[in-house]
């Protein structure tokens, strides 16, 4: 899917139900799986209207393994888009959800 932001073409990756993704946190980077989305989508938005209902898959940072929570697209990248370089990590902003 390319998308034209300002003149600029991006290409963004598509992700659905069932993508094992992360719930950025202030614990930490949290495991969790998209269970279903809610919303309209607006490509590269930055906290845009879109809600994702995702499962927790492990206890960590105060959330709890089975916990069903709702959070921002934005602040839930799928897990292939978190890069490790160093001692640090960086998030790929190029995807979006669609039911």
Do not use: W
């Amino acid at each position: 899917m390319t998308l034209d932001i300002a003149g600029m073409k991006r290409t963004a990756l598509p992700y659905g139900v069932g993508t094992l993704a992360y719930i950025d946190s202030d614990g930490g980077m949290i495991r969790c799986r998209v269970t279903a989305i809610s919303g309209e989508d607006y490509g590269f938005v930055v906290c845009g209207p879109q809600v994702l209902t995702v499962e927790v898959l492990e206890t960590k940072a105060g959330y709890f393994k089975g916990e069903v929570l709702q959070r921002s697209a934005y602040r839930t990248p799928p897990r292939k888009h978190r890069v490790v370089r160093g001692y640090s990590y960086r998030i790929l902003t190029n995807y979006v959800y669609r039911a």
